[in-house]
């Protein structure tokens, strides 16, 4: 049958069971909103008070359920507003499409009104991307963007769609959307008799956890794994939830603010198993330093990750699954009691504390995880509240802790808590903010009380940029450049002023009942918990110092 451009958009996202998209309306999309219009019953849109905060609701959607999240703009700026929440996707591995429209064909590379070469804009922070210039291909573009989007490493895939192409027709036939495989053709059999070899022959064998962990599904697994080799893990902030952070062998985060027990462990190790992990800066510190005693085994979907930061002894290329699927058929028992002593013992010696005192964030944070029973969906926004949430709130399973990993995109959390709310209705979901990111995307708050999504935003409120005050104090000798905000904002005035409900939190004794009370409420919450501006987050490693120089306080 014959349907217009914007026909098929819809009855192609049908087909990969789309049931939410985020957006932003505009002249050169029109037509797909008013399919959009005519098919609400089938597609939830959810309508964002910025395009920004559209792409992040896609993300945190994706994100927190596994599915592909999808975010629609408009020309020109509605389609470079989504740039940051693409970037933000792309450099932590998040199934996206993004769908922009754009002049008609005829008026492409003419400076016409709201025209923006999108495809050029995001062809270095998108898997893939394409123009759509003829209405005959547009279904099959969708179709394998989604496929791409999902395959492999996953990624953010842009469709930029001229608004003739959307009113044009074509034949249109439903088609199921092709599987996608896990990716195990460049696992070898040599390459795994390798890996059993040098895990066999480790005394003090280390696990490190990435993101790729979570996004293969692979918690499971990568449990036993552990408790196979009997070897403690660390996770990187993106691993966060891939393994149980109330387990044993868990010593907690890795590099600049991970703990001491799992820098010690690492640098002492003499086979780190690297599982999904892309050695970040900010995990290695000084490079020719990093782990230099050890035997590096990477286990990653991407080639292209090994041997880019960190030389590796070995790899095993392949689905992180099926890679630790397979060793975990051939590997035998491992025992290392000295080996785990001696991590136990770096445990017990370090651990994270803060004062006790006075309000805290770590406080509201560990009371938070005792409530929810470590149950919540938590984003994040970036700063010292991001690390404290990664440190205090006890994550046992995996798609629970949304934060921007690789691009640090202050402003994400808020749209990611909305999306994540959208594809997890049952769920608690709160996120953890800063008063300096707060101010970037708050407006959001009018999406969630429009829609009466019912989300919480715990804003940690030190009246200053707080990790970069931080660093100011530490590197810079106090001088504070533009770090104070000195705002003076009744976040409870302004909750109640969008149709929200407020808290303010100013005594550790109010922590608990405010919790309690903003869990219970059936309207969009925020909690102002106002601490000293000079906490800071330790421990911590020195920027470019080797993560065995830890500063615990």
Request: aromatic share 8%; with cysteine.
């Amino acid at each position: 049958m014959k349907l217009t451009g914007a026909q098929i958009v819809i009855e192609c996202l049908k087909e990969q069971n789309v049931d939410a998209v985020f957006g932003y309306p505009g002249g050169a999309v029109l037509n797909i909103y008013d399919e959009i219009y005519k098919n609400s019953d089938d597609i939830k849109h959810i309508l964002t008070s910025h395009e920004q905060g559209a792409s992040h609701a896609a993300d945190g959607y994706a994100r927190s359920t596994g599915k592909v999240g999808v975010v629609i703009a408009t020309s020109g700026p509605g389609a470079t507003n989504l740039v940051t929440g693409i970037a933000t996707a792309y450099m932590d591995s998040v199934p996206m499409v993004a769908i922009t429209g754009n002049v008609p064909v005829s008026l492409l590379g003419r400076d016409s009104f709201q025209e923006v070469d999108i495809t050029g804009v995001t062809m270095p922070i998108t898997k893939h991307n394409y123009i759509v210039k003829d209405v005959d291909d547009l279904a099959d573009i969708i179709r394998e963007a989604f496929y791409i989007a999902k395959e492999g490493r996953p990624g953010p895939v842009l469709i930029d769609i001229p608004k003739d192409v959307t009113s044009n027709k074509a034949e249109y036939e439903c088609v199921k959307p092709k599987e996608v495989a896990r990716c195990s053709k460049h696992i070898t059999e040599e390459s795994i008799k390798e890996a059993i070899e040098l895990i066999n022959n480790a005394k003090k064998p280390y696990i490190y956890a990435g993101g790729g962990v979570v996004i293969s599904e692979a918690s499971e697994e990568l449990t036993k794994f552990a408790k196979k080799v009997q070897a403690p893990v660390t996770c990187s902030l993106m691993g966060i939830g891939g393994f149980p952070g109330n387990d044993q062998l868990y010593t907690g985060m890795i590099g600049m603010h991970g703990s001491k027990a799992s820098n010690l462990g690492v640098t002492n190790c003499d086979l780190l198993i690297v599982v999904g992990a892309r050695f970040s800066d900010r995990v290695i510190g000084k490079a020719d330093k990093f782990a230099n005693g050890a035997t590096v085994l990477q286990l990653d979907v991407d080639p292209a990750e090994v041997n880019k930061n960190i030389l590796t002894h070995h790899s095993v290329i392949g689905d992180i699954k099926e890679v630790l699927h397979e060793l975990n058929t051939r590997l035998e028992e491992q025992k290392h009691p000295e080996w785990l002593e001696e991590i136990y013992d770096l445990k017990e010696k370090y651990p994270l504390k803060y004062p006790d005192n006075c309000l805290s964030a770590q406080y509201a944070i560990e009371k938070l995880d005792e409530i929810t029973n470590g149950e919540a969906i938590i984003t994040t926004e970036v700063g010292q509240h991001q690390m404290w949430a990664g440190q205090y709130y006890k994550f046992s399973t995996p798609r629970k802790f949304l934060t921007s990993g690789g691009l640090g995109t202050m402003g994400y959390g808020f749209g990611a808590c909305i999306g994540a709310k959208v594809g997890n209705p049952d769920k608690i979901v709160v996120n953890v903010a800063g008063d300096g990111s707060f101010r970037m995307n708050f407006n959001e708050l009018l999406t969630a009380v429009r829609h009466n999504i019912k989300i919480i935003i715990l804003v940690i409120n030190n009246g200053v940029l707080g990790m970069v005050r931080q660093w100011q104090t530490l590197f810079y000798d106090e001088r504070y450049s533009f770090t104070t905000l000195n705002q003076d904002l009744d976040y409870v005035k302004l909750a109640e002023s969008m149709g929200a409900v407020g808290f303010n939190v100013t005594d550790k004794e109010q922590v608990e009942d405010v919790l309690r009370k903003a869990i219970d409420e059936t309207r969009p919450v925020i909690i102002n918990c106002v601490i000293d501006k000079d906490d800071k987050v330790f421990p911590m490693v020195a920027p470019g110092r080797p993560i065995e120089e830890v500063i615990v306080e």
